[in-house]
């Protein structure tokens, strides 16, 4: 984990997928949506669709970043969209078979939102972010959502970021992104000057309040 290191954070970037929640069953799930797109893309069965899909995530990760070479991406680069991509995602998805309230992080938003200006920043399109934030009882405990299918650019992406960060209407160092993904979520807004915290568990989500209250004393 990366412990806050700013003293005056006045906001929090949340990711949504793996960091509000974390399940593996419908992490599972989107990987087999994102094969089921490539199918009916390329005309193939699913395990040829995961195969391919599979060889062109590893030879662009060889090629590039692998810790950033993203489903979407893989899909894109086997002649895809991602606005098609998270319409498949829409129409096949079911959070709800998955997902369910978890009390102790509700209110640990609660108690922050007494505090702190709150945002999710997600590659999730908007549907099914405020869907599974339903889901999770976090509806309308943020300040604004921001998500893929506003510019279609999905993070990391310095452009989308210092839109977000101008949006807040603070300097970085007030800002503290907490995500799942050090490269996709938090390297970044790191390299910007924002605090971060890597949480990939909701235990340690949960551990997020009592060091923002240590590290700002």
């Known amino acids: 984990m990366t412990v806050p290191a700013a003293n005056d954070i006045r906001a929090i970037v949340f990711d949504l ?13 989107i990987q087999d ?21 599979a060889d062109t ?8 970043d692998a810790a950033t070479t993203t ?23 079911r959070p709800e078979s998955y997902l369910k309230r978890d009390d102790r992080v509700v209110h640990l938003i ?7 200006s709150l945002y999710v920043f997600t590659n999730n399109n908007r549907p099914l ?10 509806e309308g405990r943020f300040d604004a959502i921001y998500c893929i299918d ?11 970021l210092d839109q977000i ?11 503290l992104f907490v995500g799942d993904r050090y490269e996709v979520d938090l390297q970044l807004p790191e390299q910007k000057g924002c605090p971060i915290y890597l949480s990939q568990s909701i235990e340690q989500l949960l551990r997020l309040e009592e060091l923002i209250v240590r590290n700002n004393r």
């Not at 489903?71 to 998805?93: I, K, V, W």
């Not at 869907?131 to 976090?138: R, S």
């Open 17 to 29: 997928d793996g960091t509000l929640y974390v399940s593996d069953e419908y992490a599972a799930t």
């Open 33 to 53: 949506a994102a094969v089921g797109y490539v199918s009916g893309l390329l005309g193939l069965n699913s395990a040829e669709a995961s195969q391919i899909l």
């Open 57 to 64: 995530r590893r030879r662009m990760a060889d090629e590039n």
């Open 71 to 93: 489903l979407s991406a893989a899909c894109c680069e086997l002649g895809g969209t991602t606005p098609a991509l998270h319409d498949y995602f829409q129409r096949h998805m």
């Open 110 to 116: 609660e108690r922050l939102g007494r505090h702190f």
């Open 129 to 138: 972010t405020e869907h599974i934030l339903l889901l999770l009882g976090l």
């Open 150 to 160: 506003e510019t279609w650019e999905s993070k990391p992406h310095e452009a989308r």
């Open 165 to 175: 960060l101008k949006a807040t209407g603070l300097s970085p160092h007030k800002v």
